[in-house]
Nanobody
Framework: QVQLAESGGGLVQAGGSLRLSCAAS????????VAWFRQAPGKERESVGA????????YYTDSVKGRFTISRDNAKNTVYLQMNSLKPEDTAVYYC???????????????????WGQGTQVTVSS
């Protein structure tokens, strides 16, 4: 079993930065791929990006490439989402998700993940 808890959300002006954290319990977390998803009001949940269990491979949805970076510290059982150059359209509740993912993925599909956090709100003002 893995339990996930996101933190670091808040209100930021457009162009600013935030770093979200996804802290996990469970000794096998280091073997799990982790992804970030987001859901804005009235919109469907969408993928943001993911990181393999080794941390070697990362994957991003096109809208955040070059602005967001995912990293992990397995010693701390934590995955980070560094968000730079934030835009109002990045406003959403951000969720982290984890699970064992076979080599090749898919890493950016919500159906690949069985463990989810409660989410943290990110609001970007214009």
């Amino acid at each position: 079993q893995v339990q996930l808890a996101e933190s670091g959300g808040g209100l930021v002006q457009a162009g600013g930065s935030l770093r979200l954290s996804c802290a996990a319990s469970g000794r096998t977390f280091s073997r799990y791929a982790v992804a970030w998803f987001r859901q804005a009001p009235g919109k469907e949940r969408e993928s943001v990006g993911a990181i393999s269990w080794t941390g070697v491979s990362t994957y991003y949805t096109d809208s955040v490439k070059g602005r967001f970076t995912i990293s992990r510290d397995n010693a701390k059982n934590t995955v980070y989402l560094q968000m730079n150059s934030l835009k109002p359209e990045d406003t959403a509740v951000y969720y982290c998700a984890a699970d064992r993912i076979l080599v090749g993925g898919p890493y950016l599909r919500a159906e690949s993940y069985g463990y989810w956090g409660q989410g943290t709100q990110v609001t970007v003002s214009s």
